[in-house]
Nanobody
């Protein structure tokens, strides 16, 4: 069974920084694209950042410059470094990944972590 486990959330003051991590565990063949999403109270879940298997990052225009996504393919981990945090960044942050289960199966299944709370105080 594949699991994604996030860590690193917490309470931070506005202007501060935080680093989130997510590790993939279980039995699988390969991790493809990895993503971070967030969901604030009363709002829809939104994509924060994506990193391809080859390390190419992509961000929504509104978050470029403050958020940096990176991954370690040897450990199958993905990180999200956030700087200059604002109260509106307060949300539950979720790790998401497309995972291929076996070398002979070319289908990628999508998995979510349980989420980690980030709270930015003003």
């Amino acid at each position: 069974q594949v699991q994604l486990v996030e860590s690193g959330g917490g309470l931070v003051q506005a202007g501060g920084s935080l680093r989130l991590s997510c590790a993939v565990s279980g039995v699988y063949f390969r991790v493809n694209d990895m993503h971070w999403y967030r969901q604030a109270p009363g709002k829809q879940r939104e994509l924060v950042a994506t990193v391809t298997r080859f390390g190419s990052p992509n961000y929504p225009d509104s978050l470029k410059g403050r958020f940096t996504i990176s991954r370690d393919n040897a450990k199958d981990t993905v990180n999200l470094h956030m700087i200059t945090l604002k109260p509106e960044d307060t949300a539950v942050y979720y790790c998401n990944a497309d995972i291929r289960h076996s070398e002979s199966d070319y289908i990628y299944k999508n998995y979510w972590g349980q989420g980690t709370q980030v709270t930015v105080s003003s």
